[in-house]
């Protein structure tokens, strides 16, 4: 995935759904039947999270199949996992953003989905259109932390202030303003802590056995993975 780009030197990063194409606070928000998180007044959906997890595992096949190489082997687990980070990243960074009164630049927006173009293409056709909403509304997310940290810094003095400098005070006002709201995650999904959905963290089931115990780490061995039926891997 290609970033946005931005102004200055510096590129805006988008490296966590870069990263998701390959593989904070809880708070006591009701979830609603069939959502897999709520982040304030906002509800996210099992069918997009769903939705997501298998554009991203069709994005971990097409990307290997387009370098000539085998299509790894990767629990539909850890793109769910994945999928909901990103969507609840996406959620907080908007509303934040709303909060702090910015807007992202709609022609940088723009040109970010542009340069993503010819990756999106990889994907089967109905899963394009789903995954550039989400690529869009991530963008958006990430732009307004930029400007958002961008004033808070101009405010206080500070000139020639870098999209990295910009991204990581949005981010850390991000966080004050979390501590603010309710978020609730799915059980199933883990725990949201620190701004980071952690596996297991609060699952509905302990792993005991050694083989549970195996499938339950961030990056299952291989060997664990190829065991496991169809349905449970990206394909």
């Not at 709520?38 to 997501?52: A, F, N």
Request: proline share 7%.
């Amino acid at each position: 995935m290609t970033p946005p780009p931005t102004r200055g030197r510096s590129r805006t990063k988008l490296s966590a759904l870069a990263a998701a194409c390959v593989l904070i606070l809880t708070g006591c928000a009701e979830l609603h039947p069939g959502s897999a998180a709520v982040v304030g007044s906002q509800t996210i959906p099992h069918d997009k999270v769903d939705e997501l997890a298998t554009a991203l595992c069709s994005t971990n096949v097409a990307s290997a199949e387009a370098q000539g190489q085998p299509a790894p082997e990767l629990p539909s687990r850890g793109a769910r996992e994945a999928a909901l980070q990103i969507l609840l990243d996406t959620a907080l960074s908007q509303q934040f953003g709303e909060e702090a009164g910015v807007d992202p630049d709609q022609q940088m927006v723009s040109q970010a989905l542009a340069q993503n173009e010819q990756g999106l293409a990889l994907l089967p056709e109905g899963q394009r259109e789903g995954f550039r909403v989400v690529l869009k509304e991530y963008a958006e997310g990430q732009l307004m932390l930029i400007e958002a940290g961008r004033q808070a810094l101009e405010s206080n003095g500070e000139s020639e202030i870098s999209d990295d400098q910009a991204i990581a005070e949005g981010q850390r006002l991000r966080t004050e303003f979390v501590e603010g709201i309710e978020v609730e995650v799915d059980p199933r999904y883990g725990s949201f802590i620190r701004g980071t959905v952690q596996p297991g963290a609060s699952s509905l089931s302990v792993p005991v056995s050694d083989e549970a115990m195996a499938g339950a780490r961030a990056e299952p061995a291989p060997a664990w993975v190829s065991g496991l039926p169809a349905s449970q891997k990206c394909s």
